[in-house]
């Protein structure tokens, strides 16, 4: 039975699951991160977003629209799941962001690798808050229309990026 509590015990806080409230801000994006523990200092990470919304000013469409898949390592200095933690992550998004600042809309998929550093505080034995902020930096290539609904094609191309990636306020439950 001891052996058996043990086991329970070296298994303890291995995973861990959680959803970035400031993401719901973003025209409600859906978001989920799942996370396995590797050792007292590593945890690795999958991510994934989606957000299909489109939303109208008057009559004229907003959105955001996205889906982001990406995977990634955390590196936290005291043990997993507790404290400061650093980040990268690997990372693919198809968007297609439009009507925000005015009328053109781009389309496009992005590829790339992003930096991330936080601080996870723990509220009880499963429950932690995270903070942390990031950005990513890849290839983009991308349509840009005169408006989000005529499909007039402004410019086509490819290029280098630099974006923020993460502003991190996840409710987080440890398993």
């Not at 959803?19 to 994006?29: C, L, V």
């Not at 919304?53 to 005291?78: C, H, I, N, T």
């Not at 930096?137 to 990026?161: A, H």
Request: glycine share 12%; proline share 3%.
């Amino acid at each position: 039975m001891a052996g058996l509590l043990m086991l329970w015990q070296a298994y303890a806080q291995h995973w861990a699951v959680s959803t970035n409230i400031a993401d719901y801000a973003n025209f409600g994006t859906l978001n989920v991160e799942g996370s396995v523990a590797t050792g007292k200092h590593w945890s690795l990470t999958a991510v994934a977003k989606y957000n299909p919304f489109m939303f109208y000013k008057g009559e004229d469409p907003v959105s955001a629209r996205q889906q982001l898949y990406g995977a990634g390592v955390r590196y936290w200095p005291w043990h997993v799941y507790s404290g400061w933690w650093a980040g990268a992550r690997a990372q693919y998004q198809e968007y297609n962001h439009g009507g925000i600042k005015g009328p053109e809309t781009d389309e496009g998929d992005r590829f790339g690798l992003g930096l991330s550093g936080g601080f996870s505080y723990m509220l009880n034995a499963h429950l932690n808050l995270d903070f942390g902020l990031g950005f990513w930096t890849g290839y983009d290539r991308y349509v840009r229309y005169s408006c989000p609904v005529c499909g007039i094609t402004m410019q086509k191309g490819e290029k280098l990026f630099i974006l923020p990636n993460d502003i991190l306020l996840s409710v987080v439950y440890v398993f």
